[in-house]
C-alpha cells in the first residue's frame, strides 16, 4: 500500500522588533528608494536580545503542532533547516526537541541555505514514504542578523529573521508531498559565504580583523542564477508530478527580491496572483521564508484542502529546489493541545535530565 506524506500542521513566527529602511539609512549609506526599487522590501523583523535560532524554531514548531493537532511525543523526527546554528554543535534541532519534549525524536541540522527548507521537506517526505517513519517537524529558521555585516550594504538591507514549521503526517490517501527536485553547483560557493568560522579558516584575529564571520555576497551572480533555476526547478518538479504549470493554483518561492519572483514568474508565464509574495515585510529570512509565506497565503485565504501548489527557492552552495504538494490540512479532530503548558513540564523534565547527568557524573567520579 503507497504511503504519503501529508503536511497537516504549519507556523511562523518573527520577532518582534522591526528595522525599517529608513533605519538602514542611518547606519550605511543606502536609501528607502533604492532598497524598495531593487529588491521590493521595506521593512524587515530582527532578532532582539533574547531570540536565537532556537528560540524561533520553538515557537513555530508548537504552533504547527498546535494546528496538526500532534502531541510532540508522536513525532519521530525534527529536522531543522539552518544557516544561523546556535552552535557549529551540537544541532539547534537536538535544542529544539529538548525544548518541546519531543522524547521520541531523533533530530538533526540541514544546511543547504535558502533552498534549505525545500531539502528538509524533501528528506522528511522520504523517511515517512519509506515506511521508517510516521510523524516529522520540518522547521527552517534563521538570525541571520547575527552573522550580517551591518557596515556592508551590499547585504545587510536584504535579510531578516524568523521562522516556520510544517508538521508532515503519513496517511494512504494520495497527497501531501508528491514530487521534489534538489539540486547543486558546489562551482559557485564563493558567490555567496560566510568565510570563516569552519575547517577551512578558523576563527583567529585576522579572520575578525577582515570581516570574514560576517555573510559575503556577489549579488549579481546569485541574481542572475536565481532567475534562471527558479523556472528550471520549477518546471521539473511538476513534470515529475505528472502536472502542467495550468494544474498549480499557487506558487510560493523563496522571497529574496521582488525583482526576482518577478522574472521568475515570466519565465513560467504565471500570474502574480498566483503567487505569494511577502518580501516587502520581511525581507529575506533564508530557509523560513517559505513556511512563513505558506503561513500567510493559509491566513489570507489563499491556500485550501485539495489545492496544488509549489514552492521553490535558491540559495547558497549553491543549491536550488522545488516541491510540488497537495495541500491536506490537519488529520485529528480538534483536541486540546496547549503548548505553553507543555513548556512548563518540559523545562522540568529537562533539567531533572540534567541533574541525573550530574548526579551520575558524581557518582562515576568518585570511582
Ligand atoms: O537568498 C539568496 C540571497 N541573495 C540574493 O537573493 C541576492 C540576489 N541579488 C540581488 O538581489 C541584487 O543583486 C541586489 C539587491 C543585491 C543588488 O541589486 P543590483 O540591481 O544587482 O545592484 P548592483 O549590485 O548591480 O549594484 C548597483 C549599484 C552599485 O553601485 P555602482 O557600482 O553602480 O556605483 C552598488 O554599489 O548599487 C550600489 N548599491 C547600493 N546603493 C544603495 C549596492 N547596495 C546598495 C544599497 N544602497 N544598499
Not at 529558521?141 to 510544517?166: H, M, P, Y
Not at 533564508?286 to 493559509?298: D, F, G, K
Request: charged share 20%; hydrophobic share 40%.
Amino acid at each position: 500500500m503507497s504511503r504519503y506524506a501529508h503536511i497537516t500542521g504549519w507556523g511562523m513566527t518573527v520577532p518582534s522588533r522591526l528595522v525599517t529602511n529608513d533605519d538602514l539609512a542611518q547606519m550605511v549609506d543606502t536609501t528607502d528608494e533604492w532598497i524598495r526599487e531593487r529588491t521590493g522590501i521595506r521593512e524587515r523583523h530582527i532578532a532582539g536580545g533574547e531570540d536565537t535560532t532556537a528560540s524561533l524554531a520553538v515557537e513555530a514548531a508548537l504552533k504547527a503542532l498546535r494546528v496538526a493537532n500532534l502531541n510532540p511525543d508522536d513525532l519521530d523526527l525534527i529536522i531543522v533547516s539552518t544557516s544561523s546554528p546556535e552552535h557549529i554543535f551540537p544541532a539547534t534541532a537536538c535544542l529544539v526537541q529538548d525544548r518541546i519534549g519531543a522524547t521520541k525524536a531523533g533530530a538533526f541540522d540541514l544546511l543547504a541555505a535558502c533552498s534549505g527548507f525545500i531539502y528538509a521537506l524533501n528528506m522528511a517526505t522520504q523517511a515517512i514514504r519509506s515506511g521508517a517513519i510516521k510523524n516529522a517537524l520540518v522547521i527552517g529558521a534563521e538570525t541571520l542578523s547575527r552573522i550580517t555585516d551591518w557596515e556592508d550594504r551590499n547585504t545587510c538591507v536584504l535579510f531578516g529573521d524568523g521562522a516556520g514549521a510544517f508538521v508532515l503526517q503519513a496517511g494512504e490517501e494520495p497527497g501531501g508531498v508528491i514530487s521534489a527536485v534538489m539540486r547543486s553547483d558546489g562551482s559557485g560557493s564563493e558567490s555567496l559565504s560566510v568565510p570563516a568560522g569552519g575547517s577551512r579558516l578558523p576563527a583567529s584575529p585576522e579572520t575578525l580583523l577582515h570581516r570574514q564571520h560576517y555573510i559575503h555576497m556577489k549579488g549579481r551572480e546569485v541574481f542572475r542564477f536565481a532567475t534562471r533555476v527558479m523556472v528550471q526547478a520549477t518546471k521539473e518538479a511538476v513534470d515529475k508530478a505528472d502536472l502542467t504549470l495550468d494544474d498549480i493554483h499557487l506558487l510560493i518561492p523563496h522571497q529574496a527580491n521582488q525583482r526576482i519572483i518577478e522574472a521568475a514568474l515570466r519565465g513560467l508565464d504565471i500570474p502574480m496572483e498566483r503567487c505569494i509574495s511577502n518580501v516587502e515585510r520581511y525581507g529575506n529570512t533564508s530557509t523560513a521564508s517559505i513556511p512563513i509565506a505558506t503561513c500567510e497565503a493559509i491566513q489570507r485565504g489563499r491556500l485550501h484542502g485539495g489545492d496544488w501548489v509549489v514552492f521553490v527557492g535558491f540559495g547558497a552552495g549553491l543549491t536550488w529546489g522545488a516541491a510540488v504538494v497537495k495541500w491536506t490540512g490537519p488529520f485529528l479532530p480538534h483536541r486540546p493541545i496547549y503548548p505553553p503548558s507543555y513548556r512548563f513540564w518540559v523545562r522540568v523534565r529537562s533539567r531533572l535530565l540534567r541533574l541525573v547527568r550530574r548526579i551520575e557524573g558524581w557518582i562515576w567520579g568518585r570511582k
